[in-house]
């Protein structure tokens, strides 16, 4: 390629990114994770999947030396061999025989983001870490949907560097959206197999949904959400026994020896286990939630409730994900900590100053009686419209504490709507 023909493609690709960013402006971002099934994968294929990882964990580490004494964007991308350390920590090279180019770029695109976002931390003063080897690598981003991966139908894909097509579950999720559009994805080696999560882009519905009326919600300890029409979820998880049993199992294993990282392995599924039921109830109960045409509630510091006291922390940990879906949402008000919803009686308005957790039931002077987490929950509209006027977003007093959404990251983005609803097993009340 001459520097003519050079010149003449960027200006080609950033005249297509300024179009593609109009256009995303009219669109939503929602990550879907399909599931590859290596049921379906014969012996080279399977060798092929696990290498990637291995192959850019190698790369990863290549670069990140080469990063001690040069600038990353120095690096060759295009190469074949990496240094790397041996089991007793002796120099050995590394051939990258199943890592496709564009995934290469990928990797040390990702080291490039991360000495960009701490050098961008560490000019606003807070105190910044290296970057660490990895000993797993387990995400590698696949940038361009038909180059780095493809669906030829709707139970198979292509990936770059495989020859035959690839078994997935799970693309019945977005398959028939109309109008959809897929961006980069990202390949996962998880605990429990390997995952493509797809970056889509859809219009934004225009059709009016029906919603339900406004709803308040009170998080709590003693129930974990309640709401104002008098709902109460019950959120329990216990860890379970197999998490214990694979901790023991850990600490009775050679550090360093085989069977050590084979426990490792196992502890992890049972990790992840966890997570995709919180996960999964989680995403139940905001579905639930935003029926509602708005919903009311307080910003309150679930992590710092007195989780020695209270011990279950598993439950928080729901109401956390619950809580951080919700605020990113344009339907749902949030009210500041120091609005006194507990204390506040909706008849006389009056506060009711010695109320302590153990009054399960609010009880005013003027005859008002009603239970306490109903009460609060209640309590959040009408404070909310008292001092809002329900402005999106904004607490009481002004400051602007909705998140920031990050839409390219489809690790931290999970959107995926629940179809089935809650079950009335997990109510209370
Ligand atoms: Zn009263």
């Known amino acids: ?122 000019k606003h003063n807070h105190t910044v870490g290296s970057l660490r080897y990895k000993s797993d690598y387990v995400s590698i981003n696949l940038q361009q949907h038909s180059v780095t991966y493809r669906f030829y139908d709707e139970n198979h894909i292509g990936l770059q560097g495989f020859k035959e097509h690839i078994r997935i579950k799970g693309a019945n999720q977005f398959w028939n959206i109309p109008g959809i559009e897929l961006a980069n994805a990202k390949l996962l080696n998880l605990p429990d197999g390997y995952y493509l999560a797809i ?98 509630m307080q910003d309150e510091n679930i992590s710092e409730w007195h989780k020695g006291l209270f011990g279950r922390t598993v439950q928080h940990s729901v109401l956390g994900l619950v809580k951080a879906k919700l605020i990113n949402n344009e339907r749902v008000t949030v009210l500041s900590s120091r609005e006194p919803t507990t204390k506040y009686c909706p008849v006389c308005g009056k506060l009711k100053k010695d109320i302590t957790l153990a009054d399960r039931v609010y009880e005013c002077p003027c005859g008002y009686r009603e239970d306490r987490d109903i009460h609060a929950a209640r309590n959040m509209i009408l404070l909310a419209k008292k001092n809002t006027c329900g402005t999106q977003g904004i607490n009481a007093f002004g400051e602007d504490i909705r998140r920031k959404q990050e839409c390219c990251n489809a690790d931290l983005v999970e959107l995926g709507s629940p179809r089935f609803s809650w079950s009335a097993s997990h109510k209370r009340g």
Not at 57 to 67: I, M, S, V
Not at 101 to 117: A, D, E, F, N, T
Not at 211 to 224: L, Q, R
């Open 199 to 296: 970056t889509t882009y859809q219009s934004k519905g225009g059709e009016q949904r029906k919603y339900k009326p406004e709803i308040g919600i009170d998080m709590g300890i003693k129930t974990s959400i309640t709401t104002s029409d008098g709902e109460k979820y019950k959120v329990l998880i216990e860890e379970s026994e197999r998490i214990k049993k694979c901790q023991r199992l850990i600490a009775r294993r050679k550090n360093g020896s085989s069977n050590r990282y084979k426990a490792r392995k196992l502890l992890q599924r049972a990790y992840q286990r966890l997570t995709s039921r919180k996960k999964d109830i989680a995403n139940k109960i905001v579905h639930e939630l935003l029926e509602h045409e708005r919903v009311y």
């Open 1 to 122: 390629m001459t520097e003519e023909e050079r010149l003449a493609k960027n200006t080609r690709i950033r005249e297509q990114g300024k179009l593609t960013r109009e256009k995303r402006k009219g669109q939503v971002c929602r990550v879907y994770r399909v599931k590859i099934d290596i049921s379906h994968l014969n012996e080279a294929q399977r060798v092929h999947m696990k290498m990637l990882f291995v192959e850019a964990k190698w790369l990863y580490n290549d670069a990140l030396t080469f990063t001690q004494k040069n600038d990353i964007n120095d690096y060759d991308t295009t190469t074949h061999t990496v240094q790397g350390l041996d089991k007793d920590k002796q120099p050995i090279t590394h051939e990258l025989e199943y890592l496709g180019s564009q995934m290469k770029q990928s990797v040390i695109q990702g080291i490039k983001h991360s000495l960009k976002s701490l050098a961008s931390l560490k």
